[in-house]
């Protein structure tokens, strides 16, 4: 962690850019009323006939209760298969 290393002016804007992702992005699942969060998602299919998929979800809450939280989630599984990034990063960011 170092600080300044970014304008608090690009922070901001990619602070704003990350909330969108929960409120109306990809992450809108992980929503929990009064709980202000911000994430980024991600997806990568491997293997040489691209059938296994890798799919990721980092959220963070700050200025929590208890201090800021941060949860990161990855699936490996085939492709086609449903993964429960969403899910399990919501209960791990619960309340």
């Known amino acids: 962690y170092i600080e300044g290393i970014m304008?608090?002016?690009?922070?901001?804007t990619l602070l704003s850019c990350l909330r969108a992702v929960v409120q109306s992005g990809t992450a809108q699942s992980i929503q929990i009323k009064d709980v202000p969060m911000a994430a980024?998602?991600?997806?990568a299919l491997r293997g040489a006939e691209k059938t296994e998929k890798i799919s990721w979800l980092a959220a963070w809450w700050q200025d929590a209760p208890q201090g800021n939280r941060l949860a990161v989630t990855m699936i490996d599984s085939p492709?086609?298969?449903?993964?429960?990034?969403?899910?399990?990063?919501?209960?791990?960011?619960?309340?």
Not at 7 to 12: A, G, M, R, S
Not at 40 to 43: D, E, I, N, P, V
Not at 80 to 94: C, F, I, P, S
């Open 7 to 12: 304008k608090q002016e690009t922070v901001e």
């Open 40 to 43: 980024k998602t991600g997806t």
């Open 79 to 95: 492709r086609g298969m449903v993964d429960h990034k969403h899910a399990v990063t919501k209960e791990l960011l619960r309340p």
